[in-house]
């Protein structure tokens, strides 16, 4: 390359935009981290009282309103994955979308495997370890049953990323025909079971509309420019608050538990999410926030492991609400601090390819 050359590309690469860092995205990114593990934790206080408050009102009701407090969680995730995709990061080939996937499979079916054995070794599997592998293959959560929010997450970033390359001019013949599978293998495997009379596992590779929604709604939204919404943020913390009233009467009086589809935790989680866009970070939280934020994977893979045994120990149904509430937290917190310590301490390991 001659010197010409050297100093056109330097301008070329000086011209180009570089990528901004949205350390508010980092910020809902832990905080949805945090959720789920809140949510996680108030389930299994209702699950204590059969998830009647007559079974045990004070422990219903702290895991009543943790299990609503987490529930803009999932949502969120969605909204980041697809701003990730479509604004963020685009994958701009399909060698690099198949090392993302491969990025998150592999601690899937690591941390499935590492379940299983859990489940073994406690005793609680409710099936033989072969059969629960098998179906883990086709999207089986039994033990791991935060990991559904996985086999959904994965199509769609590979319907969006197939969106974005077939818009840049690519050709990914192969990501549309494993679209095509995923569309089509879940009535197939029905079809296979009804003729043949096998025990033919469920196949769960999909998602529902409301997850592309809240990706593609996601996106849009947290690619908006600062003052988009206003310069007076505390006011979108309003709808958040009534969407969390609303989440947990509609869980008490109606349905338990409260669809991810439905408005009243859309109105909470986008509330949440529009009371943090664009918000400033100090500079001197960045790295530490950046550094807890890319542990929040690992952490959410590990988690229930560390809440079953937690809950195990020191959940009953006879507390009184102030105990109760203040085990919600202790045992929330206990839960993130090992979590996240478990993760930091793989990655430093070198260990996260394998468990995320």
Request: aromatic share 12%; with cysteine; hydrophobic share 55%.
């Amino acid at each position: 390359m001659t010197a010409a050359q050297r100093a056109q590309a330097g301008e070329a690469q000086e011209s180009r935009p570089r990528r901004e860092h949205r350390y508010d995205i980092d910020l809902i990114r832990l905080l949805c981290s945090v959720g789920v593990i809140l949510c996680h934790t108030g389930s299994a206080f209702l699950n204590a009282v059969d998830r009647k408050p007559s079974g045990g009102s004070g422990t219903y009701w702290a895991g009543l309103v943790a299990d609503s407090a987490g529930r803009f969680a999932v949502p969120l995730f969605f909204a980041i994955a697809g701003w990730v995709v479509l604004v963020g990061a685009p994958p701009k080939d399909g060698a690099r979308l198949r090392r993302r996937i491969v990025r998150i499979v592999l601690p899937l079916f690591v941390w499935t495997a590492l379940y299983l054995g859990w489940g073994c070794l406690r005793g609680t599997n409710d099936d033989p370890v072969g059969d629960l592998a098998l179906d883990s293959v086709f999207a089986s959560v039994r033990p791991a049953y935060h990991l559904w929010y996985l086999y959904a997450y994965i199509p769609v970033i590979m319907l969006l990323a197939f969106t974005v390359m077939v818009r840049s001019g690519k050709r990914p013949w192969g990501w549309g025909a494993a679209l095509l599978v995923l569309a089509v293998a879940p009535s197939l495997f029905g079809d296979l079971s009804a003729v043949t009379g096998w025990d033919v596992p469920r196949f769960g590779w999909g998602f529902s509309p409301y997850q592309l929604i809240y990706a593609v709604l996601g996106a849009f939204l947290l690619a908006l420019p600062a003052g988009a919404f206003g310069k007076r943020r505390l006011l979108w913390m309003l709808p958040a608050a009534a969407g969390l009233a609303a989440v947990i009467a509609y869980q008490h009086k109606v349905h338990y538990a409260i669809p991810y589809a439905s408005v009243l935790v859309a109105l909470f989680s986008f509330g949440v999410l529009l009371s943090l866009h664009r918000l400033r970070i100090p500079e001197g939280w960045r790295p530490l926030l950046t550094r807890l934020a890319d542990a929040s994977f690992g952490a959410y893979m590990v988690h229930v492991l560390i809440l079953g045994v937690l809950t195990d120990l020191f959940v009953s149904a006879d507390l009184t609400l102030p105990a109760a509430a203040a085990l919600v937290l202790a045992v929330t917190a206990a839960t993130t601090v090992l979590s996240f310590g478990a993760s930091l301490l793989w990655a430093r390991l070198g260990m996260s390819r394998m468990l995320g």
